[in-house]
């Protein structure tokens, strides 16, 4: 299994463009959570959906986020328009339960708004 | 609500000492617990968990054991190396929603040759 695969690893961006950060989860894994990580503020869990339906997006921070999840191999967490306060690692992770065993996370996407 | 408290960092070791990173839970009932390891530049790992109370996880050298009486899920490793050097974070997964895993602010490791 190839685990959770994230892209791009690296994302460099001006100022009000438009990101898209992308998540393939682990096949079968009915589950899959965007984190956020910075220095100031730690992991923050933005949303997570349950067999693609969006279950929590009560961290995602204004209505410059948006996530989706078309299908259960594939989900995007979009920004628009960026700001340099979106600087920061955004994480995916899958799981096949919940948090009751667990979770599989992707290597990041780091995301640097200038 | 649930939560989890991780002593401060940095922890800086010289290699082979004994480690002990702290963590305590307040839970709803009995929670699963968890540790999470960040090495740098990567996502993170589970390490090893434990899901009912006097479980012990354990994986690469690395112990937990899941106290009740006192809420906690400590992190020790009797000999660390530097290649041990990352951040470690606590989690746990609550009884009244399993969904989710709640986790710590993470405390860094730090190991010296």
């Known amino acids: 299994d190839a685990g959770v695969i994230q892209s791009p690893r690296h994302e460099v961006t001006e100022m009000g463009q438009e990101v898209t950060l992308r998540c393939k989860p682990i096949s079968g894994h009915d589950y899959l959570f965007w984190y956020r990580q910075t220095m100031m503020r730690g992991l923050e869990l933005l949303i997570y959906?349950?067999?693609?339906?969006?279950?929590?997006d009560s961290g995602m921070p204004e209505d410059r986020f948006s996530a989706k999840m078309p299908n259960a191999s594939f989900s995007t967490l979009k920004i628009q328009p960026s700001e340099p306060r979106d600087s920061a690692v955004y994480f995916c992770?899958?799981?096949?339960?919940?948090?009751?065993?667990?979770?599989?996370f992707g290597s990041g996407t780091r995301l640097t708004v200038v | 609500g649930d939560s989890v408290t991780q002593m401060e960092g940095p922890v800086t070791l010289s290699e082979e000492a004994f480690l002990t990173i702290n963590c305590t839970y307040t839970a709803t009932g009995y929670p699963s617990l968890f540790w999470y390891v960040q090495y740098p530049g990567e996502g993170l790992q589970l390490l090893l968990k434990a899901t009912k109370a006097d479980d012990k996880g354990s994986n690469k050298g690395f112990e937990a054991t899941y106290r009740k009486e006192t809420t906690s899920f400590h992190l020790e490793k009797g000999s660390v190396q530097v290649s041990d050097s990352a951040v470690y974070f606590c989690a746990l997964s609550p009884r009244y929603n399993t969904d989710k895993l709640i986790f710590g602010t993470g405390t860094r490791l730090q190991v010296f040759p």
């Open positions: 959906f349950n067999n693609n339906v969006p279950i929590d």
């Open positions: 992770a899958s799981s096949s339960s919940g948090g009751n065993y667990g979770y599989t």
